[in-house]
C-alpha cells in the first residue's frame, strides 16, 4: 500500500482491490466474507446482505439520480446474487443549507425504485454537517435480500459456461462524465441505471439454472470479467464484436481515450450459464433488452486471465483496469 | 419544513425529528418502519437491523476513534433492541490524500470493538472522493442482531415501569467538543464510547423482563426521555440530583451554557423495567457502572412531557433539545 490514500483506490479496479484486501479484509477476515461477492451470504444460505454508498456527481443527470442510483446499486448487488431485495436501510449525510426541494426529489426516486424491487426502507439516519464537510448529499443504502436461488457463485464457472452480457456497455459512465463536463453528445444518451431484479426473478420463474451474474459497475465489464477469471480460476475469451457499444458511448471513448469496457454501468450485468441453457437465456434478456448477447466462452488456455478476440482476428489480455478512472460515478 | 436543510436537522432532537417524519418517513411509509425504533425489527420478530452513519471530527479522541464509534453505534442500536450483534456491512468514503496508517488505526479499532460484540464484518464498499468533497472519511456500518429478548417497545413503557441510567451522563459529548476547541479540562475526561451489548446480555442472562431500552446518543438523555413520552404516551419524572455528571463534564457545561441533558452519550443507556424488577436490574447496571442509577418514575401528570425536580423542589419541564447543538458528533 501507498503511505496516502488515492482515487486510484475507490476506481474499482486493481488499486481499490488491493485496499480491500490488504487493510479491510486483513483485518475483518471471516468465512462469509471471505466467500462474499456482490453481496455476502448469511442465516445459512437463506439472506444476501450488501452495502453501498453513493457520492455520485452531478446528483441529478440524465436517466436518474442519487436516490434511484442508490436504491438501484444496493437491490441489484442482492440480485446479482439471486436474492429478491426485501429490506434496505437509508442513511443520508447531507451538506448544511442543501435544498429541502432537491432532498424532496431524491426521496421521491428513492420511494419510486424500491416499488419496483417490491422492497421497504426499515431503518435509516439522516446526519446533517457544516458547509465543506461533505459534498452536497452522500447516501449510504443496506440491504437484505431472500435468496430465491442457491448456489450462485463466482466460484463456480467452469468450462461448461458460456459468458452473456445484458446490454449495451458504458452508457452510465459516459452520462456522467457528459454531464460532468458539459458535452452535449445527443439526446439520447442516458445511464443504464435500472433495477436488475425483474430480470433476474424472469430467469428464475423460467427455470434458468444461474452459475454467476455480476452487475458491471465500477471498472465495468473489464473488472468483473478479470474477477471472475481469478476467483474461478478459469481464462475467460471474449468477442469484441459481440459486445454492443451505442454510437454515443463510442463516439465519447473516441474522443477522449477511454475504454468502453471499463466504463461504470449501473444496470448491465453479465451472467455464466451452462452452454445448454445459453439459448433460452438469450430469450429472456432480448426480451429485456435487444442488445443482450453471448459474448463468450470459458477455455483453460490463460487460467486467470481474460482474451479479447478483435473483429480482426488478432487476440490480446484484457487486464484489470488501473488508475484514477473517472472518481464519484456512483 | 424550511426551505434549506440546517445543522439542527441533525442535531437528534426536534428538527431532526420534522425532517425525519416529513420527508424520509413521509415517502418510505411502511408498518415495520412505524414501530422502527433504535432499530427495526423483521423476519417475524428474529432480526433486528440498524444502520448509522458515522461523521464524527476530531477523528480521534479521548477514550475511542470513528472506527469504535462506528461499530459501538450500530451494535448498540441492536443491543437496545435486546438483539445480539451478528453481521455488519461497512461502507467507508475517505478523501483523496488521506493517511494509510490512520486508515489502518481505524479499521484496528473497529476489529476489536466487533470482538466485544462477537459480531463480523460480511460486506463492504470503499469509495475515495476527490479532495475536498469529504472531510477525511466519513464510516457508515449497518447491522443484524438477533433478537435475544421479544417484546422490547418504546411504545409499551407504564406507570409500572421505573427509569434507570445506566452511568453519568454527557462524557462523549463533553469530550468532543473540549477535543475540538483545544480545551484542556482534565487527562480524566473521556468519552464513554462503548458496546452495550455485554451489559444487555447480562440483564437478559439474569432474567430481566426488559420494557424498553434507549441509548442517549444524539440530544441526549432530554431527547430520548421525550421520545419515550411521547411514544408510550405517559408522563416521565425524574429527579435531577439521581443523574450524575461528573466533575469535569459539569464543568464545561457550566463554562459554556450547555445542558448535560441534551449532552451526547455513546455508552450510556435509559433502561424501562417494571417496578419489582428495579433492585435485580440496578444489582446488575451496579456491576458495570457505580454511578447507575433509578432516576425516575412513570405518571400519568402530564401526558408526553418529561418533568424534571430539582435538588431544591422545583420542577420545570425537560424539553426536547433544539437547534445546532454540536455537529458532527458521532
Known amino acids: 500500500m501507498t503511505k496516502t490514500i488515492s482515487l486510484a483506490h475507490g476506481n474499482g479496479g486493481a488499486e481499490n482491490n488491493e485496499l480491500i484486501r490488504d487493510v479491510f479484509y486483513k483485518a475483518f477476515k471471516n468465512d462469509i466474507l471471505d466467500k462474499s461477492e456482490d453481496a455476502a451470504i448469511i442465516e445459512g444460505g437463506r439472506l444476501a446482505f450488501s452495502t453501498d454508498s453513493f457520492t455520485v456527481t452531478p446528483l441529478f443527470f440524465a436517466g436518474a439520480d442519487i436516490g434511484k442510483l442508490a436504491v438501484c446499486g444496493t437491490c441489484n448487488d442482492l440480485a446479482m446474487m439471486g436474492a429478491k431485495p426485501k429490506y434496505l436501510t437509508c442513511s443520508v449525510i447531507i451538506e448544511e443549507g442543501f435544498e429541502t426541494r432537491e432532498l424532496e426529489k431524491i426521496v421521491r426516486s428513492m420511494k419510486k425504485e424500491l416499488e419496483v424491487n417490491g422492497a421497504i426502507v426499515v431503518s435509516g439516519d439522516t446526519k446533517v454537517v457544516p458547509r465543506g464537510s ?71 420463474d423460467e427455470g434458468i439454472k444461474i452459475t454467476a451474474m455480476r452487475d458491471a459497475t465500477r471498472g465495468g465489464v473489464s473488472a468483473a470479467l478479470n474477477e471472475w477469471s481469478k476467483q474461478s480460476n478459469i481464462c475467460i475469451e471474449i468477442d469484441e464484436e459481440k459486445i454492443a457499444v451505442s454510437d454515443e458511448v463510442m463516439g465519447l471513448c473516441e474522443i477522449l481515450g477511454f475504454d468502453a469496457l471499463s466504463l461504470a454501468n449501473e444496470g448491465t450485468f453479465l451472467l455464466a450459464v451452462k452452454k445448454e441453457e445459453a439459448e433460452k437465456t438469450m430469450e429472456i434478456l432480448k426480451s429485456y433488452n435487444k442488445n443482450a448477447s453471448i459474448i463468450g466462452k470459458v477455455t483453460d488456455k490463460h487460467l486467470k486471465k481474460v482474451i479479447i478476440n478483435s473483429a480482426w482476428g488478432t487476440q490480446r489480455f484484457l487486464d484489470v483496469p488501473t488508475g484514477e478512472l473517472l472518481p464519484r460515478i456512483c
Chains 1, 2 share one sequence.
Open 134 to 204: 461533505v459534498d452536497k448529499i452522500f447516501i449510504n443504502t443496506t440491504g437484505i435480500g431472500e435468496v430465491l436461488q442457491e448456489g450462485i457463485s463466482s466460484n463456480n464457472i467452469s468450462c461448461d459456461d458460456v459468458v452473456l452480457l445484458s446490454r449495451d456497455i458504458g452508457c452510465h459512465g459516459a452520462t456522467i462524465f457528459a454531464s460532468r463536463e458539459g458535452i452535449e453528445l445527443s439526446s439520447s444518451l442516458m445511464s443504464d441505471c435500472t433495477s436488475l431484479y425483474p430480470i433476474v426473478k424472469s430467469l428464475i
